[in-house]
């Protein structure tokens, strides 16, 4: 399932109109419509932000993830391309809180390679501090 799919279902449940949505967020119900049917992919961060208070969801739970960890075994070797990477951006709360960053002004190459980057990152601090209090 899609973001957009899940937008729309999760609106729907909760009996939130594409009216009061659009209107929250400051954007035309086009637009919520555009995100719907995942014609617009790179939702900006703040509308994203905005949609899961709305929603009443995290935005875990809008990225179609229940619980976010960083166990290095769930984590993905790589990222080949920018709707996973942005989504792995996303999904991940330090990430998606920090706000050092502009999706919207990174193209889609930048945005892969921020998020391997990240990736790799991850990677090293889960490798240093795993079983670090094992020989206490």
């Keep these: ?3 957009g799919e899940r937008i729309k279902k999760i609106r729907k449940e909760k009996q939130i109109s ?3 949505l659009a209107k929250e967020l400051g954007v035309s ?5 555009r ?3 995942s014609t617009i992919e790179k939702i900006p961060v703040k509308i994203f932000d905005q949609m899961c208070v709305l929603l009443h969801v ?6 179609g993830n229940s619980t976010v960890t960083t166990d290095e075994t769930e984590l ?5 391309n920018a ?4 989504e792995f951006i996303l999904k991940t709360p330090t990430l998606a809180a920090y706000g050092g960053y502009d999706p919207d002004q990174m193209s889609d190459e930048t ?10 990152q991850l990677k090293l601090v889960s490798y240093k501090y795993k079983n670090t209090d094992s020989g206490r």
Excluded: C, G, S, W
């Excluded at 993905?76 to 080949?80: H, I, L, Q, T």
């Excluded at 945005?111 to 790799?120: G, K, P, R, S, Y």
């Design 83 to 86: 709707q996973d990477a942005m």
């Design 29 to 33: 119900k086009t637009t919520v419509y």
């Design 111 to 120: 945005i892969v390679d921020f998020a391997n980057e990240i990736l790799q």
């Design 58 to 63: 995290t935005p875990a739970e809008l990225m």
């Design 18 to 20: 594409v009216d009061y």
């Design 35 to 37: 995100y719907e049917d």
């Design 76 to 80: 993905p070797a790589e990222f080949r």
């Design 1 to 3: 399932m899609t973001i």
